[in-house]
């Protein structure tokens, strides 16, 4: 008997559009449940921690916490250049004002919260607040910078505020790696054939969306925080590229190096073992 496949992801668009055809049974997976989950990667991040989802997309912070249970996928992730968080405000803020102020951050399990404590490691004042709310919380004065992610990174500047740092340039300049946001993970517990089965699935789905990619857009629309249609093409392309077909050996090292990082400053458990299942002889 197939066992039934739980699946979760976002509502970004990146993230709607290498679904779909998964989502809507053009690619088929046996077991897989519909509909799908749609939660913010923070609401994520806390279900794998609890195993309660089979398959999710995680940030790749939250991976630090969950590898034992949980084998990284080759296909899905989020991984680019010229992508990452940005921190942004109404003025200008040198480290010694962000070490003293109010930051809001999309969760404490984002891999924004763990690139932003990378950087400025005295940064400690951190809100922790749904993404879409943080733009508002910065023009209403509530915090004094905040960590924008996904499309609000594209429409930032008309409320306003400027850009502090591209989280995502410091981390190309500090390593020369793509820097690894999400990924998609799936319970070891399945077992490697199964594990394999969702990684050639969720490529198809991929391939299926970028062979016909108006036929997503519907879908990705009605989930879409942002809804203009320049941001979501603007927020697809650059999430979705060939790290999202196929990690690679670049996209691994990328995902190994932040982990590495983290542990090293302790902001996550110390890293053992093989992220993916195929180098477990499954």
């Not at 607040?129 to 919380?137: G, H, K, S, T």
């Amino acid at each position: 008997m197939t066992e039934s496949l739980s699946l979760g992801y976002s509502p970004c668009p990146n993230d709607t559009f290498l679904f779909y055809a998964l989502a809507h049974g053009i690619v088929p997976l046996p077991g897989l449940q519909r509909p799908p989950l749609l939660a913010d990667v923070e609401t994520l991040n806390g279900l794998v921690r609890n195993a309660r989802l089979a398959i999710s997309k995680i940030s790749c912070h939250a991976l630090g916490h969950v590898r034992r249970d949980y084998a990284l996928l080759a296909s899905g992730a989020a991984l680019g250049r010229g992508c990452g968080p940005l921190v942004v405000a109404r003025r200008g803020l040198d480290s010694q004002d962000l070490a003293a102020g109010r930051i809001a951050i999309p969760g404490s399990l984002t891999t924004a919260s763990l690139l932003l404590r990378l950087w400025q490691p005295n940064c400690r004042n951190l809100i922790v607040l749904p993404f879409e709310r943080i733009v508002p919380a910065i023009c209403a004065g509530q915090v004094d910078a905040g960590l924008i992610i996904h499309e609000g990174r594209f429409t930032y500047a008309q409320h306003g505020l400027i850009e502090l740092v591209d989280l995502g340039c410091w981390w190309q300049e500090l390593t020369g790696l793509p820097l690894p946001l999400g990924a998609i993970v799936a319970q070891r517990r399945l077992g490697g054939e199964t594990v394999s089965a969702i990684e050639k699935a969720i490529a198809a789905s991929v391939r299926y969306a970028q062979s016909n990619p108006g036929e997503p857009a519907a879908y990705i629309r009605q989930h879409a925080q942002e809804l203009a249609a320049e941001a979501i093409e603007q927020h697809i392309a650059l999430y979705v590229n060939d790290f999202t077909l196929d990690l690679g050996a670049e996209g691994l090292a990328a995902i190994e190096e932040l982990l590495g990082r983290a542990a090293k400053a302790e902001l996550i458990p110390p890293q053992e073992g093989p992220l993916l299942m195929r180098t477990e002889g499954g």
